[in-house]
């Protein structure tokens, strides 16, 4: 987490648990609120770009 800060730590945190249990961990230990609440939308975001592109992958792929 002090290496790579926030950004990262909210992008691959949801291969490991959840988002939330992430974000409130980031907050407990004295991060910026705002900062992890705008990293996590983007990491919602992202996954969900991510699982959208794999899903219409396997539905082309299946015809």
Do not use: C, K
């Not at 992430?22 to 991060?31: D, P, Q, R, Y």
């Not at 919602?44 to 396997?58: D, E, R, S, T």
């Amino acid at each position: 987490m002090d290496r790579y800060g926030v950004p990262v730590a909210s992008l691959l945190a949801p291969t490991l648990m959840a988002i939330s249990v992430t974000a409130f961990g980031m907050v407990a230990a004295g991060l910026d609120r705002r900062q992890v609440v705008v990293w996590q939308v983007v990491a919602v975001v992202v996954w969900a770009a991510l699982f959208a592109a794999i899903g219409l992958g396997a539905l082309s792929a299946l015809g």
